[in-house]
Structure formats: C-alpha cells, structure tokens
C-alpha cells in the first residue's frame, strides 16, 4: 500500500500537469463585445447598503489541519495548524459570508473592473478563502509557496479548468456566467478548499472579521441582497436604496442552521475528507471497476454541500 502510494505521488506533476492541458488550461477571454465602458446610471443619485453579519450560538472549535502526509507544508507551522469553518470573533461578529445582490439589477449592464483579484496559496492554504468576482473580470491564481499545487475548479455554468502550478507562479483566469457559489480546491492537498461567487454587477462583498460588508454606489431602487455561508446557507433581504443615503441591514445565522443548512454550491466539496484526492479518486476506481468517477475527484460527504 505505502509503495502504491508513493508510485501515484512520483507520478502527480506529470499527471496533473496532462490534467492542466486536457482541461483547457489556456489564456482566459477577454470581455465580450459590447461591454459597457462607464456605469449605467448617474452615479450622483446612488446610495450604499451597508451591514453587519453576526453568529448567534457557539460555534465549532477550530479544526486542526493534518499536514503529516506533506511535510513541506507542515513545515511552515510551529504548531499544528486549525481553519475556523464558522469564522466568529468578538461578540458573535461572522467573517467569511459573501453578499451580493441578487435581485435588482437585471436591466442594467456594468463595465468589467480592469483590476483582478487575486487568490493566493500560501502556507498550503488559500488566501482569502472567500472571493467575489464580476462575469468576465479576470483574477489571479497565484502560488506562493513554490510547491507544486493542483486548483481544480468544477463549477455547473461555467467552463471548469484544472490547473497544474509546481512552481511560484500566477495563472490569470475568468468565469463567464453568474454563479454562486464555486468551489476550487487542490488535487495535491485535500484540505485546501476556497470559494469563488460569479455575479454580473459589482455589488459585492465578503464580511470581515468584524463582520461588516458595504455595497457602495447602488442606483436607486428596491433589491434583494443575499448573504451565502458555506456551512450555514443563505439568508436574502429586501432593500431600498435611495439617493445619497445608507441603507442599514443586519443577517443574523445561528448554530441550528448547521445540520439543515442548503448551500448552493457547484459540485460541493466535504471539507472534513482530508484524504489525498489521487488516492480517493484510485479507490473509488477500484471499488466501481470502471471510470464513473473520472470526471469527480472528491468525496461528497453525508453532511452534504459544503
């Protein structure tokens, strides 16, 4: 078992890095004709939504991350490193709940911000773990750890791509089509999962540690604005924005959301199945006697989205 093991990881970077190629690992396209170049309205009558996520509960302790099979990344920690899947601090602020607006804004088209975003893999994890783009906006893949890393995105709307990274370097990409949310993880490293929500305006954000989020510079008008957790669901609320003002709202989840949240996700992803994802995806070959799974490369867990 540990020489099969050990065969498979000799075999990774040439095997993921085939991956890279079959599954379209080429230059993202630009934006598609006819997007607008200026914001569709009078930016001299918007107003901002702004608000606050909170955590009523106790929620989970930190997860602890098992690096032993990795040991370059394990080096990077003094101590056994933890994730926080319910990021809560102070008084029951929560981090990590990206907010858009869901409803609203079907008439209007937004020009694409220049500036990308960037994801980036440092101490074999992603950073940040949230992350909103426009359809079309280009972000950046960036490995900064110089270890061979494997993102694998396999969103439902949008093309998937699956990209081989073994060395520091930064791979530019963009998603089409809204789609909220989809997940990247790393075929190398099983604990690495991140998020990315795809909307088709630039009204969104990620709450903090203090849990605020701001939507800036909103037309005018009444909207639903929804909050997505990837382990407690999502919460909508509606809004009106008037001219010049702030429009305060507040989302509030609870430790009984945990065991009956529905999170829409493409393709989800059990972050508590740390197993290597080579050696998931050759068992589950093994016990089908076929290649059902081929397409999959994780393991979708009885707690279900995630």
């Not at 994801?119 to 773990?129: F, K």
Request: proline share 10%; glycine share 10%; aromatic share 6%.
């Amino acid at each position: 078992m540990q020489g099969t093991r050990s065969l498979i990881r000799i075999g990774a970077p040439a095997l993921l890095l085939a991956v890279a190629v079959a599954c379209g690992d080429d230059a993202p396209d630009g934006p598609p004709p006819g997007t607008p170049a200026e914001m569709p309205f009078d930016e001299g009558t918007a107003g901002d939504v702004q608000g606050s996520v909170v955590f009523e509960g106790t929620p989970p302790s930190p997860e602890p991350l098992d690096m032993a099979s990795e040991p370059d990344c394990a080096a990077m920690y003094d101590e056994t490193p933890t994730r926080d899947l319910i990021k809560v601090s102070g008084d029951g602020q929560l981090g990590d709940v990206f907010v858009y607006v869901s409803e609203g804004l079907e008439d209007m088209q937004f020009p694409i911000p220049e500036e990308g975003t960037v994801i980036d893999q440092q101490g074999c994890r992603y950073i940040p773990h949230i992350t909103g783009v426009m359809a079309n906006q280009t972000f950046v893949l960036r490995n900064s750890d110089g270890l061979l890393h494997n993102i694998n995105a396999r969103p439902e709307v949008n093309r998937p791509f699956n990209i081989s990274q073994p060395v520091n370097m930064d791979t530019e990409r963009t998603f089409a089509q809204p789609e909220v949310m989809i997940p990247l993880r790393c075929d190398v490293h099983g604990w690495m999962i991140s998020y990315v929500g795809v909307v088709a305006h630039p009204y969104h954000s990620v709450s903090g540690d203090d849990g605020s989020f701001d939507l800036s510079t909103l037309p005018p008008g009444e909207y639903v604005v929804t909050a997505w957790h990837s382990q407690l669901g999502t919460q909508e609320q509606t809004v009106t924005v008037e001219t010049g003002e702030v429009a305060e709202i507040a989302f509030t989840f609870d430790e009984g959301m945990l065991a009956h949240a529905d999170v829409p996700m493409a393709d989800p992803i059990d972050p508590h199945d740390h197993h290597h994802p080579l050696d998931v995806r050759a068992r589950r070959l093994a016990q089908d006697g076929h290649g059902t799974h081929e397409h999959g490369g994780h393991v979708a867990g009885p707690m279900g989205p995630r």
